[in-house]
């Protein structure tokens, strides 16, 4: 089991582990996952302390996943409800946000996760000048004190949006954004409101998609092409963007000698800088049900603790990138 250290009290009546199993890699663009090997593997993250699950509407058979999952551990004579926190999110198409359509949608995500209650609904909105996002996040504000939703959250929304809902009385417990050593954008404004506020921060992008570890130290610049998950794909966008693969590989080196010194992983120095960081709640590492499984190195996240001198170098050889707040905007705007 992880040490107490591994868990964050999100809200009074909802504790979390701090590196969450993320489930986008069993929507399909990450390899064939084989439904019944997915829902045996998570077995073993969650008696292994990980059990946090982070989830989506559109991550293919994700929440299916899940709901099987609960009726296994009902099986097994565990209650489903107090061994794991499921989060899903809601992304649906601008249009209108009657309470009729915003239920429904809920529903789905009951009926697929087989519960009686979302532990978190995490919503997304494409087009902010389409106001309406605040006509569906008051109707799943009434749902929450309805007792379908236990919290509201939302994901990939900026600083001035975030700003608009709290201003609205709108409760929002936390924000899903792209959090990493290459885009640290949420600690431009992001985590001051937030931690004025109240509101934590949920952290993907941490690993880059698995371009921050040891398999990419001291590599040629890869050909996209060749990368076998969009993840990759994406991230090595990002890299790009942020700088180039020679500056990307001094990173590495820097994390490697802090890597060594601490006798943990590449993976584990990213993780743990995110997880320093203001607001953050938790980081959320891919789950490749079925055909790999991390989260044992995971777990070496919260034996150490990087010092003065490492989170110094950390910010210097992250620095040296170009400012992606400039470049892309605040965090969210690279999907509008």
């Not at 009074?12 to 701090?18: Q, S």
């Not at 952290?203 to 076998?228: D, E, I, K």
């Not at 993780?271 to 790999?292: E, H, K, M, N, W």
Request: proline share 4%.
């Amino acid at each position: 089991m992880l040490p107490e250290q591994a868990y964050f009290q999100l809200t009074p009546d909802l504790r979390i582990c701090r590196v969450l199993n993320g489930m986008w890699q069993v929507s399909g663009a990450h390899g064939r996952i084989d439904p019944a090997s997915a829902v045996a593997a998570m077995d073993g993250y969650t008696r292994d302390g990980f059990t946090t699950w982070d989830l989506a509407d559109h991550y293919g058979p994700a929440e299916d996943f899940i709901g099987q999952y609960r009726r296994a551990l009902a099986t097994d004579g565990r209650d489903p409800d107090a061994t794991i926190q499921a989060f899903t999110k809601w992304v649906p198409r601008p249009g209108p946000m009657t309470r009729a359509v915003v239920e429904q949608a809920v529903d789905v995500s009951l009926r697929r996760m087989q519960t009686g209650r979302l532990d978190l609904l995490q919503f997304h909105w494409w087009d902010y000048a389409d106001r309406r996002y605040l006509d569906a996040l008051k109707h799943l504000a009434d749902l929450r004190e309805a007792g379908k939703i236990r919290h509201v959250a939302l994901t990939n929304f900026d600083t001035e949006r975030l700003k608009l809902i709290t201003e609205a009385g709108i409760r929002i417990v936390s924000n899903q954004v792209q959090y990493s050593l290459i885009d640290r954008r949420p600690a431009a404004r992001m985590a001051a409101f937030c931690a004025a506020h109240d509101i934590t921060l949920l952290t993907y992008g941490t690993l880059g998609g698995g371009l921050l570890s040891t398999r990419y130290l001291g590599v040629p610049q890869p050909n996209p092409a060749t990368f076998g998950t969009v993840s990759l794909r994406k991230y090595f966008n990002m890299v790009l963007q942020w700088g180039s693969w020679a500056l990307f590989q001094e990173l590495l080196r820097v994390m490697h000698g802090i890597a060594e010194k601490h006798g943990i992983s590449i993976a584990n120095v990213a993780v743990r800088y995110v997880l320093d960081q203001t607001a953050v709640a938790g980081v959320i590492a891919g789950a490749r049900l079925g055909l790999s499984d991390n989260h044992a190195d995971n777990a070496r996240v919260f034996a150490f603790a990087l010092d003065e001198s490492d989170r110094q170098a950390l910010d210097a050889a992250s620095g040296a990138g170009r400012d992606l707040m400039r470049i892309i905007g605040d965090c969210g705007d690279e999907y509008r």
